[in-house]
């Protein structure tokens, strides 16, 4: 049965820092094997760095994604990405396009800006947990 985060975690987990933020996208993506992120005709949601660099933000479930979808993301839907495409796809083509990863934003938090290759490190790690 697929996870969906409580109204009491999903306030929780706003409340963690970034890097708190991050340990907890990274075991559930691992556990629920889906990545999300927003998406509108015409393509993904795309954040940038103070450095102007692009980010791909992600979630670890369609509920905290939803709450993003405002201001520059008005408009925008969650959708989910499977982990095995999201490695083996996604995160070679963000390192080839000099992209990052925005991890976790909420409304209040740009997210933690991660390198592709920390990120699908981390996932492959923590997914050999749940083997």
């Not at 990274?26 to 795309?46: N, R």
């Not at 450095?51 to 994604?65: D, I, K, N, S, T």
Request: charged share 25%; hydrophobic share 40%; glycine share 8%.
């Amino acid at each position: 049965m697929a996870w969906t985060p409580t109204d009491k975690e999903v306030a929780a987990v706003l409340q963690l820092d970034g890097t708190k933020r991050y340990s907890y996208l990274v075991k559930k993506i691992a556990d629920e094997q889906i990545v999300w992120g927003l998406w509108q005709e015409g393509g993904w949601a795309l954040a940038s760095d103070d450095q102007g660099h692009e980010l791909v933000p992600v979630w670890p479930h369609a509920r905290f994604a939803a709450l993003c979808t405002r201001d520059a993301w008005a408009g925008y839907v969650p959708k989910q990405i499977e982990l095995e495409i999201w490695l083996d796809r996604w995160l070679p083509g963000m390192e080839r396009d000099g992209r990052n990863v925005a991890v976790f934003p909420t409304p209040d938090d740009h997210g933690v800006a991660v390198e592709p290759k920390r990120l699908g490190s981390d996932l492959r790690k923590e997914s050999a947990n749940y083997g």
